[in-house]
């Protein structure tokens, strides 16, 4: 069975400060998504990494995708109350979509 | 509409009483899926549809769950003999392409929040 562990769970920090996201398997996926849901809402896309070794930026966020195509982690510098939110890893194996059991992220003012 | 559509939004049951969950994908997306997410929790692999294949049940929980795709577009999720342990968010998504078209989008739905009392 096909596993992504996310670290921290939850995450609490101030505006302006930076903080790393990771997803971890020991397994290999094809590709790795990242997915950031508002309450309410359902979960929405921000990057897919295919490349082992790739490197994604979006803004103030940068994707990396493990060089042997089995962890992931996402750097957000300067933290805005904005970012906020549940951010989720979905790695693509087997024919399905796996997900990681999220991180929660607040960034308070 | 313009993006996934769900409803109800929220579904108050008792226990042992059957739901059902509609789910409205985007036009002309071949692939529609439902997911389960509990609280706090990631989301949780429920079926997957692609065009005419036969869908992908891997991911129910058990025989007390089904869903079909009529005409391919609207999905019904059906649980039945409802317990208090099928509360959670239920979220369906689309993809214009299915699995196996590498790197789609999913797009999701707001999730049906069911609670069973």
């Known amino acids: 069975t096909q596993l992504l562990e996310q670290s921290p769970q939850f995450l609490s920090i101030q505006e302006g400060e930076n903080l790393t996201v990771y997803c971890n398997s020991s397994s290999v996926f094809s590709s790795l998504q990242w997915y950031r849901q508002e309450p309410g809402e359902g979960p929405v896309l921000l990057v897919t990494?295919?490349?082992?070794?790739e490197v994604k930026k979006l803004k103030r966020l940068t994707f990396q995708f493990g060089d042997a195509r089995k962890d992931s982690s996402l750097h957000i510098t300067a933290a805005q109350p904005g970012d906020t939110g549940l951010y989720l890893c979905?790695?693509?194996?087997?024919?399905?979509?796996?997900f990681g059991q999220g991180t929660e992220l607040s960034v308070k003012p | 509409g313009a993006g996934v559509s769900q409803s109800p939004s929220n579904k108050v049951t008792e226990k042992g009483k059957d739901v059902e969950l509609r789910c409205d994908p985007i036009s002309g997306h071949t692939a529609l899926y439902w997911y389960r997410q509990s609280l706090g929790q990631g989301l949780e692999f429920l079926i997957y549809f692609q065009g005419n294949s036969a869908p992908d049940k891997s991911g129910l929980p058990s025989d007390r769950f089904s869903a079909e795709r009529t005409g391919g577009s609207v999905s019904t999720l059906t649980i039945q003999r409802t317990q208090q342990e099928d509360s959670a968010v239920y979220l369906c998504?689309?993809?214009?392409?299915?699995?196996?078209?590498?790197?789609?989008?999913?797009?999701f739905g707001p999730g049906t929040r069911l609670t069973v009392l």
């Open positions: 979905a790695g693509r194996g087997g024919g399905k979509l796996i």
């Open positions: 990494v295919v490349t082992g070794g």
């Open positions: 998504a689309s993809s214009q392409m299915g699995l196996a078209g590498g790197g789609n989008e999913q797009f």
